[in-house]
Each structure stands twice: as C-alpha cells, then as structure tokens.
C-alpha cells in the first residue's frame, strides 16, 4: 500500500498570504489530522477529519481550517499568514482513530512564511 | 489530564551500546501509548504500541518498549545502538474520549537520540 502523501513538500509564502496544503491517505483509511511541527512547541494537534466532517479541532486561530472530501483527501487552509506559521505541517491517517487503530504521517510540507 | 512527558533532551550511547529513550504519562483509564520516530525532513515513522497485554512491545528495527503501570512509564530500548539510529523520537498518548466520538493524540516533546561510532 502506499503511504501517507503531502503536497507540496516545501513551500515559501509572505506575510498575509495564504496557503493550502494537501494530504492524500492510505487507501482506506477514512481519517486525517493535521498537526504543526515547531522546534518550540513539538507537535501541536490541529484538526482531524472523518467521513467529510471535522470531529475534532485543537487550540489554533480561525486563520487555519480544513476540509475532507469524498475520497478522504484533505485540504489545510492557512490565511493572513504570520512568520510564526513558518513549520513543518504533517498529516496522518488511520482508519479510524476510535478503535485501536494507529496513525501513520506523511512526510510533511515545510512552510516558510518570510 | 492526559498528559506525557520526555525528560531527556536529548540521549548520546555509544555504537553497540545498549540505549532507552524514557517516557511517562498521565491518563485517566487504560493507556494506549506508542512511540513514533523522525529521521531529518522526514514524517514520524510508528515504531511500536501498547494497547493491552504483554508489558513488554517488540517494534521496527530492533526496538522494543516496557510499559510499567506503577511506574507510569513506557520507555524504549534497543539492545545494541546502530549509528542509523540516530533520530528524534517521540512518544505519544491515546488522550480522553471526546464527544464527538474520537481520541486526541498527545505527543512528547522528543528526545533526540545521537549514536556515536
């Protein structure tokens, strides 16, 4: 099986730009989250989708949002982008996060915001 | 709160030395717990996990992990360091139940493990 895809795998933005991201799942696998990567701050949970729907979203700014679609694909949206957004984004899918079921990550995409 | 913690920084062993990266945690419940590692500009890649039954959890490449319930502790071990295994590893926590249905995944703030030649 494949595993966990992200694109694009680096990018640069500027201030107040915007950004999305993509995650392309395991085949099969039903759920994504999102997490940012900081050297500061670990991993911070971001959000998590299932079936199309956000079942559970961490402490970040309305500035970061996603969406599912139908084939478990996932999309992350970053506006108005701060320096601070500058991370490694990762994504991680499992076929669902309410059983025993472990999360495996993608690679990540490396946003740097100048 | 659910909650774990990685002490160390970071853990220099020495090739063909035996290693442990420490974990302990905090939940409420039975724990579901797993250590994941990270190779430069690289994701998390799942080493192992206990979810129930033998304390003892073989994983990828060697590794293994203790889980003690009166020590609170998950710590990762290896018997003989290889260079290659020099990576940032974290472990994680299954967090609480949410309404909605599903579990948040707490993470360590990981160690970063340098095996010297």
């Known amino acids: 099986k494949a595993g966990v895809t992200q694109t694009p795998r680096y990018l640069i933005k500027t201030r107040g730009q915007q950004v999305t991201l993509s995650c392309s799942p395991i085949?099969?696998?039903?759920?994504v989250s999102w997490y940012q990567q900081t050297p500061g701050q670990g991993l911070q949970f971001l959000f998590e989708?299932?079936?199309?729907?956000?079942?559970n979203k961490g402490n970040f700014p309305g500035r970061f949002s996603g969406r599912q679609f139908s084939n478990s694909r996932s999309e992350m949206n970053v506006s108005t982008l701060e320096l601070g957004d500058s991370a490694l984004y990762l994504c991680?899918?499992?076929?669902?996060?309410?059983?025993?079921?472990?999360?495996?990550f993608g690679p990540g995409t490396r946003l740097l915001v100048l | 709160a659910q909650s774990v913690a990685q002490p160390e920084d970071q853990v220099n062993v020495a090739e063909g030395n035996p290693l442990t990266v420490k974990c302990t945690y905090s939940?409420?419940?039975?724990?579901?717990l797993f250590w994941y590692v990270q190779y430069p500009n690289r994701g998390l890649q799942f080493l192992l996990k206990?979810?129930?039954?033998?304390?003892l959890v073989k994983g990828s490449y060697g590794f293994e992990a203790e889980f003690n319930k009166s020590q609170t502790s998950f710590h990762l071990k290896k018997p003989s360091a290889l260079v290659s295994d020099s990576a940032l590893y974290f472990c994680?926590?299954?967090?609480?139940?949410?309404?909605?249905?599903?579990?948040?995944?707490?993470f360590g703030t990981g160690t970063r493990l340098k095996v010297l030649a």
């Open positions: 991680a899918s499992s076929s669902d996060p309410s059983s025993q079921e472990t999360q495996y």
């Open positions: 085949s099969g696998h039903r759920s």
């Open positions: 989708y299932f079936s199309e729907t956000q079942r």
């Open positions: 939940v409420s419940g039975n724990p579901y």
């Open positions: 994680a926590v299954r967090g609480p139940l949410i309404g909605s249905g599903t579990y948040k995944y707490i």
């Open positions: 206990y979810i129930t039954g033998d304390n």
